[in-house]
């Protein structure tokens, strides 16, 4: 197929790759940051750069990534944004580059393994940037409850730090998923 692992276990920049995404007419921005198991690249005469993002998943059986999103609800949601977020990440890495995404399947029975590629349209993509977009207002908001069952305790520093958003509570030194007062 030609393509050629560029980069294994790539982070994005400190500060995150910043996004706007317009959610009711208001133009909602944050950080986005995040590590990719794997980001390949190939380049052809009919279809340009392609990188193609891979996030490795070991379990029971292979997954499908075209669960990550449930077209057919009413409205359709997403119930898993990493890839589409990782698509946001991968944009930095060769601007302009094409963006394929999928899981590497390394399920316990050997002849399931391999990738999964996602497919998923344009406007699905938009709605996942939507949905991210609807979560960081929530969170700004201290509306944590469509969360769902999440402590804002918990919540890793770095990640408000990318939200822009105060701690819930400032006393709180959360460190390795332990709690301890300050």
Known sequence: EGWRTIHVEWAAPEAGVPVTVA?????????????????????TPADGVE???????AGEKAKEPAKAFKANAKPPRWEDLQLPIYR?????????????LGWFNLPRA?????????????????????????????????????????????LSPALLALLDVASPDPELEIESGEESEA
């Open 88 to 100: 946001r990440l991968a944009a930095v890495i060769e601007p302009g580059a094409t963006i394929r």
């Open 51 to 57: 990188l193609r993002v891979l996030d490795y998943k």
């Open 110 to 154: 050997v002849e399931d393994a391999g990738i999964a590629s996602a497919v998923w349209s344009a406007p699905d993509l938009a709605l996942a940037d939507e949905t991210a977009a609807r979560a960081v207002l929530g969170i700004r908001a201290s509306e944590f409850e469509a969360l769902g069952n999440v402590d804002p305790r918990k």
């Open 23 to 43: 959610v009711d007419g208001v133009q909602v921005s944050f950080a986005l940051g995040g590590r990719m198991d794997r980001v390949d690249r190939r380049e």
